[in-house]
């Protein structure tokens, strides 16, 4: 049995939040209340991976608009409707919980969530060399030209990647 175990994320968790994001991703810095945002506007979408004694991994996700996605630190204000993708804006762990699965584990859940939601799709931005994980999760690159101002703000690797939520 894992020692790990995903879970809601909640208020109280949101400054391990911010820790972990200032250890994985030291070169996106984003506002704490950037966290509080989209734990708000969309819950279900906010879990954390509780160990024996921290949390050890947050994944940020929420309905949005296919073929887009948001800015670095920004505040979104509202989700649109009707959304026609489920977007992961972060997923994030540390050290002791890579190689767990808890990565595969929280992916499929998000799979589930986007389903549930009638998004046909699941969209994201991978950053810092992630791609190949993502393609091992199904998802594949997808060029948007428009695109391209905004991902350069997530660094020269940066990717945007697309897989069916089905």
Same mark, same amino acid.
């Given at each position: 049995?894992?020692?790990?175990?995903?879970?809601?994320?909640?208020?109280?968790?949101?400054?391990?939040?911010?820790?972990?994001?200032?250890?994985?991703?030291?070169?996106?810095?984003?506002?704490?209340?950037?966290?509080?945002?989209?734990?708000?506007?969309?819950?279900?979408?906010?879990?954390?991976?509780?160990?024996?004694?921290?949390?050890?991994?947050?994944?940020?996700?929420?309905?949005?608009?296919?073929?887009?996605?948001?800015?670095?630190?920004?505040?979104?204000?509202?989700?649109?409707?009707?959304?026609?993708?489920?977007? +992961?804006?972060?997923? =994030?762990?540390?050290? $002791?919980?890579? @190689?767990?699965? /808890?990565?595969?584990?929280?992916?499929? *859940?998000?799979?589930?969530?986007?389903?549930?939601?009638?998004?046909?799709?699941?969209?994201?931005?991978?950053?810092?060399?992630?791609?190949?994980?993502?393609?091992?999760?199904?998802?594949?690159?997808?060029? +948007?030209?428009?695109? =391209?101002?905004?991902? $350069?703000?997530? @660094?020269?690797? /940066?990717?945007?990647?697309?897989?069916? *939520?089905?």
């Amino acid at each position: 049995m894992s020692p790990f175990a995903w879970r809601p994320m909640t208020a109280a968790d949101l400054p391990a939040v911010s820790a972990i994001a200032a250890e994985v991703h030291p070169d996106f810095p984003e506002d704490d209340a950037v966290f509080a945002e989209r734990q708000w506007l969309y819950p279900s979408g906010c879990r954390v991976l509780a160990g024996a004694e921290r949390l050890d991994a947050y994944v940020v996700s929420h309905p949005w608009e296919a073929g887009s996605c948001p800015p670095l630190n920004a505040l979104l204000g509202h989700l649109p409707e009707p959304a026609t993708t489920y977007y +992961i804006h972060d997923i =994030a762990l540390l050290p $002791a919980a890579r @190689g767990t699965g /808890a990565a595969a584990e929280i992916v499929e *859940a998000l799979k589930a969530e986007a389903r549930g939601q009638g998004l046909p799709a699941i969209s994201l931005v991978a950053v810092n060399g992630s791609a190949g994980f993502w393609r091992r999760m199904g998802f594949a690159e997808t060029s +948007i030209p428009a695109l =391209a101002p905004k991902l $350069a703000s997530y @660094g020269a690797d /940066a990717r945007y990647m697309v897989c069916r *939520a089905g």
